[in-house]
């Protein structure tokens, strides 16, 4: 049974769930400010406000990731009503928890699209998760926005990325850590299908750089003793660890790794465990490495600037602003900007714009040019960020890599 969850203008209404799975919901409509509209009044069809189905996971052990993607979220919506909204009219939201489970993302992403009438689909965190609510999508021709990083071996219509790409975050990468480190790279992750995405395309990429994958291990979400996986690790002696264990486990991993004796100074490092969600946590065990991303909070542009400062100022937050919020701001304000520029609330049209559609953001710093979605594969064509993690937990942009373009096609986008 799914949460039952209600919507209202200018405050927020939360409900106590039915069931420990589906825990909280929540919904929410901004009322519109003066300013300059998104669409003008020629817009053909005002059909009402555009309305966002938020899904992610607020309870479970990739709750944290979820949390800071609807922050995000919330305030690119609170800046796009600012400005009298799309077609002049507030844009409203409705957040469901899934717990990062598969079967609740589809259920929820279904009655979002039945119930709710939703002009477009948001958020989730894990890779099947973000699959189950894809597919959904396509049945029925919503379009879906994702932030996290990382992508799929298949391809929905309707499901567009607007964090980094697997090869995005690998490319620039791979070749530096062999460099620098040496050449044998083990890979460990979370079992589920993205890190064995992942890892097939890391392997792909080592090899192309002169390197070898000597080991690979994978453990569910939750694990809580990596020992026995660490040892086998550590006795392959890698040069480099790829991570993609995720969520409050890429913590207790990365702890483990360096209580146990893997994770040294001398090993290179690389992967989930360090984005800046998990940062307050690792401190100096992730302090001084360098870290490949598709926006950092240090990005010295307007937008960053003002984002950043309205993140800190309504959470009172003093840690790193995590990636994936960054990357749910933008991507929303992309998604809105979409839907006013197809003057429709109809979900076709809009998925129509957002295929088509160049948008200014500061993940591209050639603004001139702006972002673009590649049709063969809906990847983002954007740049990368080259950060060195501080001592003090800044992250520091230390190099730019211009538009790292994903131009591998795949099955399902047209």
């Not at 264990?245 to 207790?252: F, R, Y």
Request: aromatic residues 8%.
């Amino acid at each position: 049974m799914v949460p039952s969850y209600s919507r209202t203008r200018g405050r927020r209404l939360m409900r106590a769930s039915r069931t420990p799975a589906l825990a909280a919901a929540c919904a929410l409509a901004l009322t519109a400010c003066q300013g300059a509209a998104m669409s003008g009044d020629d817009a053909p069809d005002r059909g009402g406000p555009v309305r966002i189905g938020v899904i992610v996971p607020l309870t479970g052990p990739t709750s944290q990731v979820g949390t800071a993607l609807r922050n995000g979220l919330e305030l690119a919506v609170k800046e796009v009503n600012s400005h009298q909204g799309v077609h002049g009219r507030p844009v409203e939201y409705v957040v469901v928890d899934d717990a990062g489970d598969p079967a609740n993302s589809t259920q929820l992403a279904r009655r979002l699209v039945r119930q709710d009438k939703v002009t477009m689909l948001f958020g989730t965190i894990t890779g099947d998760t973000a699959e189950a609510v894809g597919r959904v999508a396509d049945e029925a021709h919503v379009p879906f926005g994702t932030a996290i990083l990382g992508d799929t071996e298949h391809c929905f219509a309707y499901q567009w990325g607007f964090g980094e790409s697997t090869r995005q975050m690998l490319t620039p990468t791979v070749p530096g850590l062999i460099k620098k480190y040496g050449t044998d790279v083990a890979l460990v992750g979370s079992d589920y299908n993205y890190p064995h995405f992942y890892a097939g395309v890391a392997k792909e990429l080592v090899k192309k750089a002169g390197g070898t994958v000597v080991a690979e291990e994978y453990s569910p979400l939750g694990q809580t003793d990596w020992q026995p996986v660490i040892g086998r690790l550590k006795s392959a002696k890698p040069d480099t660890v790829l991570s993609m264990v995720v969520g409050a486990d890429a913590v207790t991993f990365s702890k483990q790794a360096q209580q146990f004796g893997l994770l040294t100074p001398k090993l290179g490092f690389e992967g989930a465990p360090l984005d800046a969600d998990f940062q307050p946590a690792l401190g100096p065990l992730v302090a001084g490495r360098t870290h490949t991303v598709r926006w950092s909070d240090r990005l010295d542009d307007p937008e960053s600037r003002g984002f950043v400062k309205d993140y800190r100022a309504a959470h009172d937050w003093k840690a790193p602003v995590p990636e994936v919020a960054g990357n749910a701001y933008f991507g929303v304000k992309f998604f809105l900007a979409a839907a006013a520029k197809a003057g429709s609330n109809d979900p076709k049209a809009v998925n129509r714009a957002i295929g088509h559609h160049l948008f200014s953001s500061p993940t591209r710093r050639d603004t001139g040019k702006g972002t673009r979605f590649l049709a063969a594969n809906h990847v983002l064509q954007a740049d990368m960020q080259e950060v060195t993690i501080g001592g003090d937990g800044a992250y520091n942009v230390t190099r730019n890599h211009p538009v790292v373009a994903d131009t591998t096609p795949k099955k399902g986008c047209s």
